[in-house]
């Protein structure tokens, strides 16, 4: 049974920083894709930034040049660490998995329980 838990959630004044983990678990094969999404209260949930079996990273446009995402494969435990927060960043963000390769661009097949973080100003 593959398992998702978040951690590294919680309050933040603008301008500060967080790392969210994410540890991956019930699976042997290296995965296909992790990624970050986040929901804001009355918003679609959005991806955030996506990593692939091969290295290569993709990230929203809103959080380009702030945010990096990293993984490690022995671990299975993905990050996410969040620079120069603002309050718009404010969700709760969700670790996804895609399990196979080629099929990054669908929803995830797992995701985890959600960590929330809020940037006050």
């Known amino acids: 049974q593959v398992q998702l838990v978040e951690s590294g959630g919680g309050s933040v004044q603008s301008g500060g920083s967080l790392k969210l983990s994410c540890a991956a678990s019930?699976?042997?094969?290296?995965?296909?894709?992790m990624g970050w999404f986040r929901q804001a209260p009355g918003q679609e949930r959005e991806r955030v930034a996506r990593?692939?079996?091969?290295?290569?990273?993709n990230y929203a446009d809103s959080v380009k040049g702030r945010f990096t995402i990293s993984q490690d494969n022995a671990k299975k435990t993905l990050y996410l660490q969040m620079n120069s927060l603002k309050p718009e960043d404010t969700a709760v963000y969700y670790c996804?998995?895609?399990?196979?390769?080629?099929?990054?661009?669908?929803?995830?097949?797992?995701w985890g329980q959600g960590t929330q973080v809020t940037v006050s100003s």
């Open positions: 996804a998995l895609w399990i196979i390769v080629g099929y990054c661009s669908l929803p995830p097949a797992y």
């Open positions: 019930g699976f042997t094969s290296r995965s296909a894709c």
């Open positions: 990593i692939a079996i091969d290295g290569t990273t």
